[in-house]
Every structure is written in structure tokens, then in C-alpha cells.
């Protein structure tokens, strides 16, 4: 069998995760330490997969400068961008142009957003041995109407693909990992607007092509909320899920290069402390990715939160549950909570306000 090749699905604008979003694409944010895409990466590479074309468009010129041509994690990487977004379907079928396997041979795609600790090499199995047109990976979650709802029959064959329903019918979801014949690549329209979960996957059970479940119960996490993405490094970093681009050992925090914690400082629960990043005397920081060159003041508490590249979080100030964008400062007294934003550069003055809402 020729070394198996993907496409990764990096295009979205990762509207949810602004603002952080607003100058890094989704997939390139720091997570644990290195931008979120170097984990599904080195993932893939584990079970076997040598080539991976990106199928980029939102911020598409960030990526190459940041993974070149893949030498350095051992993959040859190519990039597709489309002009304007295709969508999931128009994405990968733009993509499959840099693509050079036969008709016949599977073709693994990753949405860009996704943690996983499944084995795809036992998904790619259950295609081959089902000659299917899709394998879908599928979890479960509490909540499936934020996802493809999809049910199965007793034979794991999907019998229906529900994007973001209002009422679900199982707890089974499209985890966002498939495995494609590539001639049903090649068979979605080629330059237009198509959407696999609303058209493909429901036109090819209508038509009754093997669509196949692959079902397991492995670590499971879109990072597409800032909530979800705070959890998923810290994840990471306590090792809750095996990622080989970790850059360092698992434990209760990660320091990149230059980061200085001062041993009066609480730093733990799989927070990151960014490089050149300050956490000064008696502050205390919990499952929170603080960002490059930040400065956290003595007394400040963070508690499952991101703070930006070269953001102040002053004394004393409480951060739950919130982001505070790039440079901006969150003045000595106040108290952000609930998942409210701080927008990049904006400066909170000293007071003793509780924000709940974004600024
Ligand atoms: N190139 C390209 N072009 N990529 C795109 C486009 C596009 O037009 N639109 C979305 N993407 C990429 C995103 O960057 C992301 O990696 C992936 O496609 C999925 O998009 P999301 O915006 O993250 O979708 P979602 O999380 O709401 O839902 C999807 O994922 C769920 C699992 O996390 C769906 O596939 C659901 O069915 C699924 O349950
Ligand atoms: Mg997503």
C-alpha cells in the first residue's frame, strides 16, 4: 500500500475563538506550546500517514512559513487555498488536486480543530474491510445539537447525518475524522460551495453508499470555544491525552524558553506559562494558557482563562473563565468572569469592577 496521504481542514475563521482568532488562524494557536496543528500532525504521523495537503483560505499565507514543507515532522506537507471558501466538501475537493493516490485507496481528512486519541489505523481497517465510501469517526457527547448528530444500525452503518439539529435523535456524533475513497472525492462538484455534513455524507445515505460508523470512546475534544480550548491544552499538558509534539515532559505546568515563575508563585492543573512569560510572587495560576511575553503581577489570580502575547493581568486582579487579548491590561482590583473577552490593547483601569460581559 503507497504511505497513506490527508487533507487537513484549516480554513474556517474560528469566529467563536475571537479574538483570538483575529491575527492567528484557529489551528495556530499555541497550545501546550506549539500551535494546536503540530499534535493532529504528529498524531497522524503515528498511524502512518506520510503526506498531508492543507486545505487552507481564512489567513491561508500563516501556515506555510510556520510548517514549511514538513521535513521537520517528517511529513511532506502541500497547500491548496481557495479564493473564497468552498466549505468543508468544495475544501477537500479543491484539495485533492495535490493528491496522488489511486481511485481506489483511502484518503484520511481531519477537521483542523480536533483532539483526538482514537485509532485511526482501526478506523481505516473498518473501511477497507467494509469497502465504504466514508468512515466517519464518531464520539459521544452530552450535548449533540453543536454537532452532526449521527445514527447508526446494528452493523455500524450510518442511517442518517443530522448537522446541528435541533432535535437529536442519538448522542452519537461526526467527530471529524473520516476516511474517504478517493474516488468519492473526486466525485463532489470541483469549484463549488459544498458542505459534506449537509451535502455529501446525506446524499450518499440517500443513495445508499456504504456510510460507515467507526465508534469509540477515546479522548474526544473540538477546541473550537475558548473554554474547549483552554481545556484541551491543559489536557495536553497534564497528559491526559498523548500528544508526541509536546515540547516537554507532562506535570502541572509547562515553561517555554525564557519563562520565569517566581517560587512564590501557584502554578499548576496543565497550565502553559509562555516564553519570556512573568508569573510574579503569590499569584496563582490554574489550567490557563498564559501567551508569550505576558506579565502576571503579584496577587492576580487566573483560573481557566488564555491571556494574550504581551498582556498585563496587575495585582490582585481575578481572570475565571475569560480571555484577555493580545497587550491588553487588566488593571490592579477587577474581576473578569464567565467567559467574558477583553479585546486586544484595550486597558482596564484599577477599580474594583466584576466584568461579565466582553470589553
Ligand atoms: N478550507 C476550508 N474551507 N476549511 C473549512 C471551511 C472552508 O470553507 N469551512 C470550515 N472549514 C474547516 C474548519 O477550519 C474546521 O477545521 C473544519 O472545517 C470544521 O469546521 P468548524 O467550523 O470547526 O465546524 P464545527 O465544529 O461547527 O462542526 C464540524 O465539526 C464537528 C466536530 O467537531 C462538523 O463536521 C460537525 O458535523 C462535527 O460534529
Ligand atoms: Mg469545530
Not at 500563516?62 to 502541500?78: H, Q, R
Amino acid at each position: 500500500m503507497p504511505a497513506l496521504e490527508a487533507i487537513l481542514l484549516v480554513g474556517g475563521q474560528g469566529t467563536r475563538l475571537r479574538p483570538l482568532t483575529l491575527g492567528t488562524p484557529k489551528p495556530l494557536l499555541p497550545t501546550a506550546g506549539v500551535p494546536f496543528l503540530a499534535h493532529q500532525l504528529a498524531r497522524a504521523r503515528s498511524y502512518g500517514v506520510r503526506r498531508i495537503v492543507f486545505a487552507t483560505s481564512y489567513k491561508a499565507s500563516m501556515f506555510e512559513p510556520v510548517f514549511g514543507d514538513g521535513s521537520a515532522f517528517g511529513l511532506t506537507l502541500d497547500y491548496m487555498t481557495e479564493e473564497t471558501p468552498l466549505g468543508t466538501g468544495g475544501a477537500i475537493r479543491n484539495a485533492a488536486e495535490a493528491l496522488t493516490c489511486a481511485p481506489g485507496d483511502p484518503v484520511l481528512i481531519l477537521n483542523g480543530d480536533i483532539l483526538s486519541g482514537h485509532d485511526i489505523g482501526a478506523q481505516i481497517r473498518t473501511h477497507q474491510r467494509g469497502s465504504a465510501a466514508v468512515t466517519l469517526h464518531l464520539t459521544e457527547v452530552d450535548d449533540p445539537s453543536r454537532f452532526g448528530c449521527v445514527p447508526t444500525d446494528d452493523e455500524g452503518r450510518v442511517t442518517a447525518f443530522l448537522e446541528k439539529t435541533p432535535n437529536p435523535v442519538t448522542n452519537r456524533i461526526n467527530a471529524g475524522c473520516y476516511v474517504f475513497t478517493r474516488s468519492v472525492i473526486d466525485s463532489i462538484p470541483q469549484g463549488e460551495v459544498v458542505s459534506v455534513e449537509r451535502q455529501t455524507f446525506p446524499g450518499l445515505i440517500e443513495a445508499g453508499e456504504p456510510v460507515l460508523g467507526y465508534a469509540d470512546r477515546t479522548y474526544w475534544l473540538d477546541v473550537g470555544t475558548p473554554a474547549a480550548f483552554v481545556q484541551g491544552s491543559r489536557d495536553l499538558v497534564l497528559g491526559r491525552l498523548e500528544s508526541p509534539a509536546l515540547p516537554g515532559p507532562t506535570g502541572e505546568y509547562l515553561a517555554l524558553d525564557g519563562a520565569r515563575v517566581s517560587p512564590e508563585a501557584k502554578v499548576h492543573g496543565g497550565s502553559t506559562v509562555g516564553a519570556r512569560a512573568v508569573v510574579e510572587a503569590g499569584a496563582s495560576v490554574t489550567g490557563s494558557v498564559l501567551s508569550d511575553d505576558c506579565v502576571i503581577h503579584a496577587g492576580a489570580t487566573i483560573t481557566d482563562s488564555v491571556v494574550g502575547r504581551g498582556a498585563r493581568v496587575c495585582a490582585g486582579a481575578v481572570v475565571c473563565d475569560a480571555v484577555v487579548g493580545d497587550g491588553a491590561v487588566v488593571g490592579a482590583g477587577n474581576e473578569l468572569q464567565a467567559g467574558v473577552r477583553v479585546w486586544p490593547g484595550i486597558e482596564l483601569p484599577e477599580c474594583a469592577v466584576r466584568y461579565s460581559s466582553d470589553v
